[in-house]
């Protein structure tokens, strides 16, 4: 678990890697809903480029994931 939240971590400080969820998904609603202050700075972070990152299939995101060249990373539900 603790390697799980590093990367989290980690991945929250690279800006130039783009991250995203389902729309309306139980992990976009995580995001929302959180009280860790890593976790609300992602959202907003998510928010802020919706049309770029928040999908609306795993088969979407997993594509987006294969054709990003190691830019997008895809929280599949």
Do not use: P
Not at 16 to 25: D, L, P, Q, T, V
Not at 60 to 71: F, I, M, P, Y
């Amino acid at each position: 678990m603790i390697f799980f939240l590093m990367k989290i971590y980690f991945l929250a400080k690279k800006q130039e890697i783009k991250y995203g969820s389902i729309r309306n998904g139980t992990t976009a609603d995580f995001f929302e809903k959180s009280n860790v202050s890593l976790f609300q700075h992602m959202w907003v972070i998510m928010q802020r480029s919706s049309s770029e990152v928040i999908v609306t299939t795993n088969d979407e995101g997993v594509a987006k994931v294969r054709n990003s060249k190691g830019k997008y990373a895809f929280f599949i539900e």
